[in-house]
C-alpha cells in the first residue's frame, strides 16, 4: 500500500522493513512500475548515517536514476550502497 501511494505521489519509499524488498521483487516481477526503494538495515545503520547517505543519494543522483523500478540496499559490512535489483 505504501509503495503505491510512493509511486503515486512520484516518491521514492525509504524504509528499514524488509518486507518492503520483498514487495518491491514481486512488483519487478509482476513487471509493475514503481518510483524505487531505498532500504536501510535498522541494526545497523544509525539515523545520522542514514541522513548523511540520504543526502549524498538526493545530492548525486538525478530522480530517474535513483527511483523508477529500482531498489537501493546498505551492505550489511560497509557503509557504501548497492543496487539489490532493478529492471
Not at 36 to 60: F, K, N, S, W
Request: net charge negative.
Amino acid at each position: 500500500m505504501l509503495l503505491k501511494r510512493a509511486t503515486e505521489l512520484g516518491r521514492v519509499h525509504v524504509s528499514q522493513d524488509e518486507d518492503l524488498l520483498r514487495e518491491g521483487a514481486r512488483w519487478l516481477s509482476e513487471r509493475k512500475d514503481f518510483s524505487g526503494i531505498i532500504y536501510l538495515h535498522q541494526l545497523r545503520i544509525t539515523i545520522g548515517q542514514m541522513v548523511e547517505d540520504l543526502e549524498l543519494i538526493a545530492g548525486a543522483t538525478s530522480q530517474t536514476e535513483a527511483g523508477k523500478n529500482r531498489m537501493l540496499a546498505a551492505q550489511v559490512s560497509a557503509p557504501c550502497w548497492q543496487f539489490v535489483a532493478e529492471e
